[in-house]
């Protein structure tokens, strides 16, 4: 039997839990038993709810490593690109809208002492 065809016997058997958990069973099973009649043996013997705690316990060390993965990329990039949190001040939106006028003007001032006239 192959692994699909042991997950789909999982599924009919155990009726709402997760499938990837059950595939993941179902991988378990497969490099125990190599006939069918050895897997429908394992499958009959197993109980609903060891089978639920299993796969419970499979998304929970899944989903630790998925967050900690997401945290460390995040914290590379930030490292990388020097990420700051956005400033959401309405205060300080204001002076930073008044000063890009007054920066821009100061740039075009400096630039006409520096570069020669055309």
Do not use: C
Request: net charge positive.
């Amino acid at each position: 039997m192959t692994v699909d065809e042991i997950t789909a016997l999982l599924v009919n058997k155990f009726s709402g839990v997760r499938k990837d958990g059950l595939a993941h069973v179902a991988r378990l099973i497969a490099l125990q038993a190599t006939t069918e009649e050895e897997i429908q043996a394992l499958v009959s013997k197993m109980d609903a709810d060891k089978v639920t705690e299993t796969v419970r316990e499979y998304r929970k060390n899944v989903d630790k490593e998925v967050t900690d993965a997401t945290k460390t990329h995040e914290a590379n990039l930030k490292k990388k690109f020097e990420f700051r949190e956005k400033v959401n001040s309405p205060m300080i939106r204001a002076i930073l809208i008044t000063l890009n006028p007054m920066i821009l003007l100061m740039w075009l001032r400096l630039s006409e002492r520096l570069l020669p006239k055309l």
